[in-house]
């Protein structure tokens, strides 16, 4: 989701090789997201040569903003997510 976060499309294959998974993991986890309606996933071709692109859906932008917002609350340290934290449950 960081990948895709910082640009616009990113290929599949610049996404495997910085993730450091195989091709049927990303896969997975790319049908996983594209269900969820956080990625949408654009096949061409180049030539006889097919290539995935993939981009986040504005759904997709919105939680992981939101994700980052609570890593970053989390990693502030100050209590403030414990305490939300607790109010919730």
Do not use: C, N, P
């Not at 504005?58 to 997510?81: C, N, P, T």
Request: proline content about 0%; glycine content about 8%; overall charge positive.
């Amino acid at each position: 989701m960081a990948l895709l976060a910082a640009a616009a499309q990113v290929e599949f294959s610049f996404v495997r090789d910085r993730v450091e998974v195989t091709d049927s993991m990303l896969s997975k986890q790319m049908s996983l997201l594209e269900q969820a309606g956080y990625l949408k996933v654009d096949k061409v071709f180049v030539g006889k040569r097919g290539r995935t692109w993939l981009s986040l859906t504005k759904s997709g932008k919105r939680v992981f903003e939101r994700h980052l917002a609570a890593l970053r609350e989390i990693a502030s340290g100050d209590g403030s997510y414990g305490a939300a934290q607790s109010k919730l449950g």
